[in-house]
């Protein structure tokens, strides 16, 4: 693969990255907050889901270019939707209010995005260093069940020989079938072959269908070796509210309505995707 792709020089930005909020403004003071200063030829839009506190306005003091501020809750998918559709930039980044961004991987993301033809993250850690297994292989609904039932630092923490929890620890880049939505990149033009983000999940599962229709449509899911971007990785279903719940309880049943060779058997899932379960796992099915 070559490597030595450069984002373009321009005026107008190469590279937008694009954050959804939603009674954002601790995660946003604490992550983007401590970001070093935003480079040129770098924007940032936030797009707000109507918030009830100051994320629209706090991320407009933290130098955000544009603050669109919907007048509903339209969800996550849309809401990224709405956030690509007013960027400038040839390379798009979705970035949670939670992650905390080192600009200076954003060409080598580019570089790995052109060269690989590839959807890309980089690797997310924890606020201690290790790694966060924001990769993942086949979402087979009993290994789903598995890792919400286990404890939250196992769930926050990767391990070796797991085919579910995937992380890139080595020098070279790491494919995997899906990457967690905190972050991820892709050439704008790649996102526009497969549709960007599906408004029918309004939030969670969005991530899975957006992973597994690029790699349906001939591009690639890869983690970026090198670079470690730290992720607080708060989710709402962890406290004990009900809309939470509601809301992933009902994308799960879209997901695996429209995916149903995922709930449980590995053997379906490697016949439906062969390729992932080739490239993924390194194997012929």
């Known amino acids: 693969m070559d490597y030595s792709s450069e984002p373009p020089e321009q005026v107008a930005p190469w590279c937008s990255l ?8 601790a995660a946003l003071a604490e992550f983007w907050g401590k970001n070093a200063p935003r480079p040129g030829g770098v924007e940032w839009i936030v797009v707000d889901n109507n918030s009830s506190d100051e994320s629209a306005q706090l991320a407009r003091a933290l130098g955000a270019t544009l603050v669109i501020e919907l007048d509903e809750n339209r969800g996550f998918s849309a809401a990224n939707n709405v956030g690509l559709a007013a960027a400038a930039g040839e390379f798009i ?8 961004v080192d600009f200076a ?25 290790t790694l966060q297994p924001n990769g993942r292989g086949f979402p087979l609904l009993p290994d ?17 020989g797991n085919r579910y929890l995937l992380f890139s ?25 497969f549709g960007a ?16 229709r690029a790699w349906q449509a001939g591009f690639p899911v890869v983690l970026a070796p090198g670079s470690r971007w730290t992720h ?54």
């Open 18 to 25: 694009i954050t959804v909020s939603f009674n954002s403004s």
């Open 93 to 100: 980044g979705f970035v949670n209010p939670d992650v905390r």
């Open 105 to 129: 991987d954003l060409p080598q993301l580019f570089r790995l995005a052109v060269a690989e033809n590839a959807v890309v993250s980089p690797q997310l850690v924890n606020a201690d260093g």
């Open 144 to 160: 789903k069940i598995r890792n919400r039932l286990a404890g939250t630092a196992a769930k926050g923490r990767a391990s070796e």
């Open 169 to 193: 620890a080595s020098g070279v880049p790491r494919r995997v079938c899906w990457l967690m939505g905190a972050s991820i990149f892709a050439r704008r033009e790649v996102l526009d072959s």
């Open 197 to 212: 983000w599906d408004p029918f999940f309004f939030l969670y599962y969005e991530d899975k269908d957006i992973c597994l």
């Open 232 to 285: 607080g990785w708060a989710r709402e279903t962890a406290r004990a509210r009900a809309t939470p719940w509601r809301r992933e309880l009902a994308s799960m049943y879209r997901f695996y309505r429209r995916y149903p060779e995922f709930l449980f058997s590995r053997a379906a899932a490697a016949r439906r995707h062969a390729r992932i379960d080739r490239e993924v796992f390194g194997e012929a099915s």
